[in-house]
């Protein structure tokens, strides 16, 4: 489990892209309102792995999709991770100062702005996908609108998100631990595979379960990490606030199974992933290699 | 001017049967998460006029569309009203506490799930319009998401607003404030018109610019009449904060005209919406009535 060198030359090429097709699906900031486009901005460029975009991409290479569907999937799966970003370090959620190693939306700008930034960020990631011309069938396009709809809203993200509110200061069992996770990061980067296969063509349900067992698995290892990290790295690494999950007393991984048999799960979540791959052959590579790359980084 | 019976009748028909379309299409409140699904169900349902869905539906007859799609897509756009609703009225934004006669959500609930309850709305707004069968080609289904989410988005609704905030305290030049309130409020009336013609058929470019025209002398119509009744209504006749925009120092067409003369403007942008209907005939008569509606609503 060594990251190669080819992999890396992959991710940094498609984290590039990536950063060149957000920058011409926002909306441009010479358009009014300047202040709420300069923001989205600052909300959404030259931040994080992009793991999102990687698996829209690593999945779509998989299934010979059209390039430009691609890079908008990507796009739209990136600008709502973006503005739940925004709208968790408000001052009401998360009341977080730091994100990447920079003020957050609310502390650079102001509460107001971070709310309509996290807002219009969410239509905008539903325009990116509905607009422009491409070789996907409608019908296809409409199903990757449904699918993101679905992941983002209150039986996904959103949903995760209330869940986890509700769960301060309580002890959860692991399998409403694993509900809330599911939810809350697991099904966007659900849907990032999934949006990434059917800018390729419509999916075998076999197909479909083989993508849905790997994405659980990957989901679920991310948050694992996430937790590890969070209690073991600094603030400086991270980005981000460390030791804030036990700070405002959330149930987590660690807390509940304790460091060691954490990082164990993590392993054997990113062994599953692998696993769940094995019908696609040498072709699916890039998957495992993210698979990976969630179970061994470092921020 | 006068509102007929038959028009009231119509009126009563559809949004009763709206309150049942949004009821069906609200997640179920026996779904995790409770509590964010009863919170969403408050903010959308039992409320308002539906002026938006007796837009979708009116234009929707007009062009003989399927009534399943007519359905979601004023589902869609109420969902898409109610959200920003919520999220205007909390704290960070316009801090109101009553809205339709009750406490606001963030009141009534808390900030975090006034949050999460706008945002999850939205998503359910895109998943709405674009889940479930019906009779409208996929490739029209696909431009209303595009339609919806380009009104809800910056260069619509949330610019809107953002330019709202930008300019308390500022002595707006009328042209700046018609730009703000055709972004804020007039983008949305506009798509619902827009909507409800497209679950019918492909439009002519003659059609667009009629129904066009007349959504935004409505839009525009609709926001002097606001004004109107901020500034003479009280508060229990609106169900929310009478006298607000003063309060807040924000510019209105009756601080800038004076209450007659927006009176006038009023009654002169109700005849240019009857006007720009002239190509379809009386086939166009509820439209007609909603601008009447409009101009003439108490509250």
Redesign the interface.
Same mark, same amino acid.
């Given at each position: 489990m060594t990251i190669s060198q080819d992999f890396n030359d992959w991710m940094k090429r498609v984290q590039s892209q990536m950063e060149d097709a957000l920058t011409t699906y926002l909306?441009a900031i010479a358009? $009014?309102?300047v /202040? *709420? +486009?300069e923001a989205?901005r600052y909300a959404v460029l030259d931040g994080g792995k992009r793991v999102r975009p990687l698996l829209v991409h690593a999945a779509g290479d998989l299934f010979d999709a059209d390039p430009v569907m691609l890079s908008r999937a990507a796009a739209a799966v990136e600008m709502i991770h973006a503005?739940?970003l925004v709208?968790d370090d408000?001052p009401?959620?998360d009341d977080d100062e730091l994100r990447r190693g920079k003020p957050t939306v609310h502390v650079k700008y102001?509460?107001?702005?971070a $709310? @309509?930034v !996290?807002? #219009?960020l =969410?239509? =905008?990631a539903? @325009?990116v996908?509905?607009?422009g011309e491409c070789n996907v069938?409608?019908?296809q /396009? *409409? #199903?990757m609108? /449904?699918e *993101? #709809? +679905?992941a983002? &809203?209150? $039986? !996904?993200m959103? &949903?995760g =998100?209330?869940?986890d *509110?509700?769960s301060v200061g309580l002890k959860l069992a692991l399998d409403a631990l694993e =509900?809330m996770h599911r939810m809350k990061t697991g099904a966007l980067l659900r849907v990032s595979v999934l949006l990434g296969a059917l800018a390729g063509k419509e999916l075998s349900m076999a197909e479909v379960d083989a993508l849905n067992a790997y994405a659980k698995a990957i989901g679920l290892a991310f948050q694992v990490v996430d937790d590890v990290l969070d209690a073991t790295a600094d603030s400086a690494t991270l980005g981000k606030t460390a030791g804030k999950d036990a700070a405002d007393n959330k149930p987590t991984y660690v807390s509940i199974l304790g460091l060691e048999e954490s990082k164990a799960l993590a392993e054997q979540l990113r062994r599953e992933a692998h696993e769940a791959l094995a019908p696609f052959a040498d072709k699916a590579r890039r998957l495992r290699e993210i698979a990976d790359l969630i179970v061994q980084r470092k921020a």
């Open positions: 909306p358009e $009014l309102p /202040r *709420l +486009h989205m503005y739940s709208h408000m009401c959620m102001d509460e107001a702005t $709310l @309509l !996290g807002d #219009a =969410q239509s =905008q539903f @325009l996908l509905s607009d069938a409608p019908s /396009r *409409l #199903a609108v /449904r *993101l #709809a +679905h983002s &809203g209150s $039986l !996904g959103c &949903g =998100q209330a869940i *509110l509700e =509900q």
